[in-house]
């Protein structure tokens, strides 16, 4: 894999935690500024609202431009949201950096997919986007409890400082590190490749025809249905374990490393498998992630059992990321757009799982009531892919683009 995979990836380490690192810094913040928990929690809310915007907007807007430079300016304008946060007298001032850091998150993932596969030969791709990934995954390890300790030790300023560092040191290597300024074609060893990517579309219009493909929006309702039922459950994790099964509060944090192994693992290995049978590779994670999540909500009371399917609940659930983000720029024809509704979809996704899995909870159905709901819903997901694949398969495919 070339080094120009590493800057990327440390982007996405830096990115990655940036959703989720204010749930633990709530409290002081909300104390800091004087405003109820309520209050405060709409910095998570605005943030992925703004997440799920941003992926489309800039990616629309950015179109034209070489994708190293707008790499450069999504991860500038995440320092920059980052440093406001940082330094925000008050709260609106906290939402306002929140949201202009946000607005990045999106963008950066898909086009940053895009960037990454292109850095390699076409039969690598899912295993760039893979290592591209792997700063995510690994700031679900390590970035999340990184800073909540920075937090709780010297503030939840110093948190903020911590991720804005780690965002310029992520821009350094990008400008250092990802080969091309100048344009979005295809790198030098296409040209003597039998199969190389196409050249991406060019302009608004063209990326918008990428969306005429059954292709594109079956995938990316597979990604929504896939991440909102892994979410749905990842949402109440916490009540879960404790309320089901017998874990202390303290004990969740550790829990959750290991789910973030296993996201690790599965991003891994989900992109070696993907450039090998990459529908194949998709429909089986989604089928283990289901089975896993009827499995975890039968033996949520089983301490063992628990520790074991959070695991694999991270390890099927990131499996299917790096072929689902490779298949639906392949059908888009390499638009950026495409890529960046993919992180919008899962977005929606997660919004729509964490909704179901608490009206499941308010029906007084129980906290092991989301994995359920969760496994229902990656089920259809594994439906959705399936047909995907079957219509793949088809030698003639008259009805591949909507009329």
């Known amino acids: 894999m070339p080094s120009g995979l590493i800057a990327p990836a440390l982007g996405g380490f830096g990115i990655g935690p940036t959703g989720f690192l204010i749930a633990g810094l709530l ?64 709260c609106p001032v906290m939402m306002l950096g929140r949201i202009v850091a946000a607005l990045c998150h999106g963008s950066f993932f898909g086009i940053g997919s895009l960037v990454a596969r292109s850095l390699v030969a076409p039969e690598r791709k899912s295993r760039a986007v893979a290592v591209m990934f792997a700063g995510l995954t690994l700031a679900n390890v390590l970035g999340v409890p990184f800073g909540a300790l920075v937090g709780e030790r010297w503030g939840w300023r110093a948190a903020f400082w911590a991720v804005t560092a780690i965002g310029v040191l992520a821009l350094a290597g990008i400008v250092a590190l990802v080969p091309g300024w100048a344009g979005n074609a ?7 490749d039998p199969d190389p990517d196409p050249a991406p579309p060019s302009g608004l219009r063209a990326e918008l025809r990428a969306f005429r493909s059954w292709q594109v929006w079956l995938t990316l309702t597979a990604t929504a249905l896939g991440c909102g039922g892994m979410f749905g459950a990842f949402t109440y994790l916490a009540y879960t374990v404790t309320e089901v099964g017998g874990f202390s509060s303290t004990d969740v944090a ?103 899995g608490g009206m499941a909870i308010s029906a007084g159905l129980g906290y092991t009531a989301p994995l359920y709901v969760g496994a229902g819903v990656v089920a259809l997901s594994v439906v959705v892919m399936a047909v995907a694949a079957k219509r793949d398969e088809a030698p003639v495919r008259q009805t591949e683009h909507i009329t």
């Not at 431009?65 to 440093?83: D, E, Q, T």
């Not at 295809?186 to 003597?192: D, F, V």
């Open 27 to 90: 409290p002081p913040v909300a104390s800091g500024f004087g405003v109820s928990e309520a209050t405060a929690g709409r910095l998570i809310s605005g943030y992925a609202l703004s997440v799920a915007i941003g992926a489309i907007v800039l990616t629309a807007a950015t179109a034209r431009l070489p994708r190293k430079a707008v790499l450069v300016g999504l991860v500038a304008l995440f320092v920059i949201g980052n440093l406001l946060s940082a330094v925000a007298p008050n």
């Open 254 to 356: 550790r829990l959750l490393m290991v789910y973030g192994a296993g996201l690790v693992v599965g991003n891994l290995v989900g992109g070696r498998a993907a450039d090998r049978d990459r529908d194949r590779a998709l429909v089986l994670a989604l089928l283990g992630l289901a089975v896993t999540l009827t499995a975890f909500g039968l033996l949520a009371g089983n301490a063992v059992a628990t520790v074991i399917l959070l695991f694999l609940m991270g390890a099927f659930g990131f499996a299917s990321v790096p072929g689902l983000i490779t298949r639906v720029t392949d059908h888009a024809h390499g638009a950026a757009l495409a890529a960046g509704a993919n992180v919008s979809a899962s977005n929606i996704g997660n919004a729509l799982g964490a909704w179901l």
């Open 186 to 192: 295809p790198p030098s060893h296409a040209r003597n």
